[in-house]
């Protein structure tokens, strides 16, 4: 069964870049049959879809952020990876990783566990 | 973008009730269209996709209906372990976008 693992700090001051990395395990990060996405969430409010990946390395960016964000793939360690520069509070949520199947109707399949990232001095 | 308002945004229910929930698109999003729950502290679980297809392992007393910009989320008797957030999601368009969530509650 696949797992998807978010790590990363907790805590980024304002201004800096917020830095995460999700680990596949179960599957191959490189098989060709999946786009790689982030999603974030702050406390008691919706889901906001970051953006994703996909291995050939093709990316597609929420507009909102797109200036900011930078998703990379690592396949020789099976992980994926997720860069927002110029942190405000605003940022400050909770981000998942998950996995969106390449073929048939897109849906977010399996999810890590989510992370806590705070924005703050 | 595409927006996504889910009605109602919380509602109280006794184990055994039907529940519907719906969620309405800002434009056709024809069948594009997953359902997921989520419980506090945890990731949301997909539950439908494609407006109507059950995701393995999920029971089937969820099941989901529409397409356009009317879609409703239904289950047929609700369980204890179905007190939870309920998101709608379309993948329709760029970029991606979700509801706001309906909280399902014990009444």
């Known amino acids: 069964q696949v797992q998807l693992q978010e790590s990363g700090p907790g805590l980024v001051k304002p201004s800096q870049t917020l830095s995460l990395t999700c680990t596949v395990s179960?599957?191959?990060?490189?098989?060709?049959?999946?786009?790689w996405s982030w999603i974030r969430q702050p406390a008691g409010k919706g889901l906001e879809w970051i953006g994703r990946?996909?291995?050939?390395?093709?990316?597609n960016y929420n507009p909102s952020l797109k200036s900011r964000v930078t998703i990379s793939v690592d396949t020789s360690k099976n992980q994926f990876s997720l860069k927002l520069n110029s942190v405000t509070a605003a940022d400050t949520a909770v981000y998942y990783c998950a996995r969106d199947p390449y073929y048939g109707s897109d849906r977010f399949d399996y999810w890590g566990q989510g992370t806590l990232v705070t924005v703050s001095s | 973008d595409i927006q996504m308002t889910q009605s109602p945004s919380s509602l109280s229910a006794y184990v055994g009730d039907r529940v519907t929930i719906t969620c309405r698109a800002s434009?056709?999003?024809?069948?594009?269209l997953n359902w997921y729950q989520q419980k506090p502290g945890k990731a949301p679980k997909l539950l439908i996709y494609a407006a109507s297809s059950l995701q393995s392992g999920v029971p089937s007393r969820f099941s989901g209906s529409g397409s356009g910009t009317d879609f409703t989320l239904t289950i047929s008797s609700l369980q204890p372990e179905d007190f939870a957030t309920y998101h709608c999601?379309?993948?329709?368009?760029?970029?991606?976008?979700f509801g706001g969530g309906t909280m399902v509650e014990i009444k």
């Open positions: 434009q056709s999003i024809s069948t594009y």
């Open positions: 179960g599957g191959s990060i490189s098989s060709g049959s999946y786009y």
């Open positions: 990946i996909y291995t050939g390395g093709s990316t």
């Open positions: 999601q379309q993948s329709y368009s760029f970029p991606r976008t």
